[in-house]
C-alpha cells in the first residue's frame, strides 16, 4: 500500500509539556519522535507492536546533512541540492525513526568488529562531545559483552545544538542528543539499543522495561570503571526520604503520559534491577539481561513476561519483590 501526503511537519507537545517530532533549529530540526512525535511527519499509527523496515530519501540545500536511521546507501549533490538515502533494515517502532536536518561534521569508521559508524556533530558542540563520542566503540563493545550481540547493522551518534529540546533519544542506530553529552549518556543511549529499540514496551505503562534498564546500565558502567558500585548507587538514592518523588509511584505503573519520563520510571526501575540482583546473584542476573535481550531480539515485551523469565532462569519466587519494586506505592519499607 501507498500512502500519499504533504504538509509542513511540526513539533507536537507531550503532556509532561516537552516537545517531540519535528523540532525546528536554526539550521534545519532536530527530529526525535519518542512517544507521540512521529506522526508529526509521516503516517504512522505509532504502535510500538507495530515495527518495520525503513527507507529514507531526503534533500537538503548542499551544505546541510540529513542524518536518518541505520545504513547511509547514497549521498548526492545535483544543482545546489544534496539527496541523502539511508536504510533501517532491521524492525523500527515508528517512534524511533528520525531525519534530522543541520550543518553538522561528519565523521565515519568501522569498529573492530567491523561496524559502520557514522556521528553527525554540529560544529558548536564537536569539542565538547569528543571525549564522549570517542568512548562509542569500547561502550559497544562492553555492552555486548554483558548484554549479547548488538542488534543493528550500524551505530554512531547525531549531536545537534538544540538545547531548549532538554533531552537526548535513542533514536535506532544513531541516538540523538540535543547537546555534547557526557560519557554516562551515552551509556544510556546506547543501551537503549538492546533494551527499549531491538527490544521494545508492549505499551507505555511498561517503559520501565526501557528506561530503568538504561539508567542501570549506567550504574553497571560506573561500577565496572572505577566509580561507585551499583550497590552504592542504590543506597544513594534509597537514602532520599518518603516524601521524595522518587516515591511518588511505582515504575511499572506511572498512570498517565505525564509520568512516563519521571524519576520513578528511571531510578526506581534501576533500583528494582538492583534488588533482583541481590536476590538471585550475578551469575543469573546476568543471564536474564542478555536472554531478554536475546529471547525478544526484534519484538516487545511485558513486565509479566521480564517476571516470568527472571523466575524460570533462577528457579526463585519472585513475585513478593518485583510486587514491591515495581508496583506498590510509596517508599519500600527495607531495601
Given amino acids: 500500500m501507498e500512502v500519499a501526503y504533504a504538509g509542513v511537519p511540526q513539533y507536537v507537545t507531550d503532556p509532561d509539556g516537552s516537545e517531540d517530532g519535528w523540532i525546528a533549529t536554526d539550521d534545519g530540526a532536530f527530529v526525535a519522535g519518542e512517544p507521540q ?7 504512522s499509527d505509532n504502535n510500538p507492536l507495530d515495527k518495520a523496515s525503513y527507507a529514507f530519501r531526503v534533500t537538503v540545500p548542499a551544505g546541510y546533512t540529513a542524518v536518518c536511521n541505520g545504513v547511509l546507501d547514497s549521498e548526492r549533490t545535483r544543482a545546489g541540492k544534496t539527496t541523502f538515502r539511508w ?3 532491521q524492525p523500527m517502532a515508528s517512534y524511533l ?3 534530522t536536518v543541520g550543518k553538522f561534521d561528519v565523521r565515519r569508521y568501522t569498529t573492530r568488529s567491523g561496524l559502520p559508524v557514522y556521528n553527525a556533530v554540529d560544529p558548536r558542540e564537536a569539542a565538547d562531545a569528543a571525549p564522549a563520542l570517542a568512548k562509542i566503540p569500547d561502550i559497544l563493545d562492553w555492552e555486548t559483552k554483558l548484554f549479547g550481540p548488538y542488534p543493528f547493522s550500524a551505530a554512531g551518534a547525531i549531536v545537534d545544538d538544540a538545547h531548549d529540546v532538554g533531552y537526548a533519544l535513542e533514536t535506532q542506530t544513531r541516538p540523538i542528543y540535543d547537546r555534547a553529552p557526557d560519557v554516562s549518556t551515552v551509556v544510556h543511549e546506547t543501551a537503549h539499543q538492546w533494551f527499549g529499540d531491538s527490544v521494545s514496551l508492549t505499551s507505555w505503562k511498561d517503559i520501565w522495561l526501557n528506561e530503568g534498564f538504561a539508567t542501570y546500565a549506567e550504574w553497571l558502567w560506573q561500577e565496572q570503571h572505577g566509580g561507585d558500585s551499583a550497590q552504592a548507587t542504590f543506597d544513594h538514592y534509597y ?5 521524595n518523588s522518587l516515591w511518588d509511584f511505582p515504575s511499572a505503573d506511572p498512570g498517565d503520559g505525564a509520568n512516563i519520563f519521571a524519576s520513578p520510571v528511571y531510578t526506581r526501575g534501576a533500583m528494582a534491577l538492583q534488588e533482583l540482583r541481590n536476590a538471585v546473584g550475578d551469575r543469573d542476573f546476568f543471564a536474564i539481561l542478555k536472554a531478554w535481550a536475546g529471547e525478544h531480539r526484534y ?5 509479566a513476561q521480564f517476571v516470568a ?3 524460570r532462569l533462577s528457579g526463585k519466587d519472585l513475585g513478593a519483590l518485583f510486587h514491591t519494586w515495581l508496583y506498590t506505592a510509596g517508599k519500600p519499607a527495607t531495601p
Fill in 309 to 311: 523469565l527472571s523466575e
Fill in 97 to 99: 525513526a528520525t531525519a
Fill in 239 to 243: 537514602a532520599l526520604d518518603a516524601g
Fill in 299 to 303: 519484538g516487545n515485551g511485558t513486565t
Fill in 37 to 43: 512525535g512521529a506522526m508529526s511527519w509521516f503516517p
Fill in 87 to 89: 536504510r533501517q533494515d
